[in-house]
């Protein structure tokens, strides 16, 4: 593998290759490095994309909601000749910028009980974010209420639970009086698409860095090979 210097920026979460050592490695073909640099940046950021996807499903817990959430990490830039730049992410009005719920892993039972069902439901829903951590018993802290599953009005399942201080909504959806006590419904948080994605990356950049030097190594022997005949 040709001896690229690729170097890493922690505050700005980017990997930089030198492009001069490219140039030199294309020699009478320099001309062709920011086409070359191009097609190694988009390969490689597509290739950190699916890995980086395929990392957090082996970390964390997901249920299909979950795994939905996470696909909001997308490449929101690609390089071009003039600007040699890609760029991964999740915008601030995705669904993946905003924290979880445990609604989104795994839990059980998967389903929520509401209405006349909440007579079977059983006495603690349980909950992990992680795979290889055990399950844990919803059963509440300070004054909140045991965690339990709802359907709310966007078809989300989230999970929830009581918090005896704060009064809830006077009325439902249809208009009607709600029982009481009258609690409000607090989300049971979780790691949002961007902190496990955020987290991920921390472990992955190492690979990255050398999927973009092995990507720029390919394309430059690519270019020599379809030029110097």
Known sequence: MADYNVTYDAGSMSIMLDSEQVERALGDLKGKTPAAL????????????AMMLDDVKERYDLNAAGRRLIQDLKMRKAATNRSLEARL?????DPGAFRADLGYFRTSPSKPYMGAAVRNAPEYFQARVLKGSPMRNLSGD??????????FKSG???MVQRNPDKPG???????K???SPNHLLETMSSPSG???HRTIWNEDWPDVAEMLRANAERRVAELILKYRK
């Open 142 to 151: 300070g004054q909140m209420s045991k965690g339990f599953l709802v359907k």
């Open 177 to 179: 009086v709600r029982w």
């Open 89 to 93: 992410g999740i915008t601030k009005n």
């Open 169 to 175: 909504p006077a009325y439902t959806a249809s208009g």
């Open 38 to 49: 191009k097609v190694a940046v988009n390969r490689t950021a597509r290739q950190a994309r």
């Open 194 to 196: 961007s902190a496990m």
């Open 156 to 158: 989300h399942v989230g």
